[in-house]
Structures are given as C-alpha cells and as structure tokens.
C-alpha cells in the first residue's frame, strides 16, 4: 500500500515522467517478459523501473553470469531500489534511459539480449522519445528484443519505424489495461 501512495505521490510531483498513477501489476511484468530467453540471456537492460515490479522478476529469472542495468530518473524511485535490490549482477543507474552507452563497456555495447522498458513514451517530448529508442535499438544485438508498454496502440508506427517487425499483445490485468510491444532488431 505504501509502495501505491509514494507511487501517486511521485505520479503527482512529474507527471509527464512518471506517466502512471500506480505500478503495474505483476501479471503484466510476466506478459513482458513471456518472450524472453533467460536460460540464453547474457545483458538486459530494464528503463523506468519505478518500484521494481518488473526489476524482481527479471532478477529471480536471470543467469547467476548474466548483468542488468537499471535506468531510473525519478529521485525517490532511484533511491528506493538501490536501496532494497543488493544483487552484484544489477547495477542500478540514476540517469536518463537515452545515455544507455555510458554505462556499457565497449565490447557489450552492441550486445544486449533484451531491453524491457516502461517509459511513458507518447507523453515524452519526440525529441527525447527518439533518442532513447535509439538508444535502445544500438546496444541490441541482431535479433535481441525490445519490450515496451503502452496504453493504447499511439506507438505502433513509431515502432515499426525502427524495428524490423513488432507484435503487439493486449492485457486487461493491470490498471489501466496495457498493451506489450515486443520488438525485434534484425
Ligand atoms: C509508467 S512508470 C513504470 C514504472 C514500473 N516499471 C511499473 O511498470 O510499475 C515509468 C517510469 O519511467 C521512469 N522514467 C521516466 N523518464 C525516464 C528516463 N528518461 N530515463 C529513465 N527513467 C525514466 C519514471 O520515473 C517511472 O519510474
């Protein structure tokens, strides 16, 4: 309950960041994340984690050699993470989703298995949206994925643009009922 307040408290103070009242359910984060090959992957990298829903599954999921980095922009949800997830394979990032790079040694750059992602794409400024779905598309190897969500179909043609083809999924177990791109590079 806690987690819901701070939520809509942070919801309140940017709403253009945080872009959702609550945090999705944990049936959604298995719906995310249904296509990807934990057994196989090696880098994933999550964008706009929030309070971790889709964070704790992915880490009970993961290999004990895969990595995951964790960009998150907001103060209080950044704090809050690094703060409960004590993981070495995780390194969670206070910095915004298009500065993925940064972060990555040269050989890995190119090189992700996945990226899921959260960020509250269609109310981003589409300057911002595009650099972070580059961003994004760069550190995926040839056929790795994006996973985004969404709450309608607005992202389908922007997308599509960037990703040689992108499956669009639709649940209504989570609030508001959301829709899951799955996105493959070639
Ligand atoms: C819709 S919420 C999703 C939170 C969580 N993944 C969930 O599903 O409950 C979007 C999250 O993206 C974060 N965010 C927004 N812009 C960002 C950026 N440029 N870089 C990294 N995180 C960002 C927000 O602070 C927020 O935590």
Do not use: W
Not at 102 to 109: C, D, F, I, V
Not at 130 to 147: E, L, N, R
């Amino acid at each position: 309950m806690a987690t819901k307040r701070n939520f809509l408290k942070e919801f309140f103070k940017d709403r253009k960041m945080v872009g959702a009242v609550s945090p999705s359910t944990r049936f959604l984060g298995e719906k995310m994340l249904e296509n990807i090959d934990f057994d196989k992957a090696k880098g994933l990298v999550e964008l706009g984690p929030g309070t971790g829903v889709f964070t704790d599954i992915i880490i009970a999921r993961m290999r004990d050699d895969a990595k995951l980095l964790v960009f998150e922009l907001n103060d209080e949800f950044h704090a809050a993470l690094k703060a409960r997830i004590n993981d070495p394979r995780v390194q969670i990032i206070h910095d915004s989703a298009e500065n993925i790079a940064k972060y990555l040694p040269e050989e890995e750059q190119t090189a992700q298995d996945a990226v899921i992602s959260s960020l509250p794409l269609m109310v981003f400024p589409s300057d911002l949206r595009q650099s972070v779905v580059d961003a994004a598309y760069a550190c995926i190897k040839p056929k790795g994925k994006y996973v985004q969500f969404q709450y309608s179909l607005q992202s389908k043609k922007f997308l599509e643009s960037i990703f040689s083809s992108v499956k669009i999924t639709f649940t209504i177990r989570n609030f508001p009922p959301a829709f899951v791109y799955t996105c493959l590079k070639k």
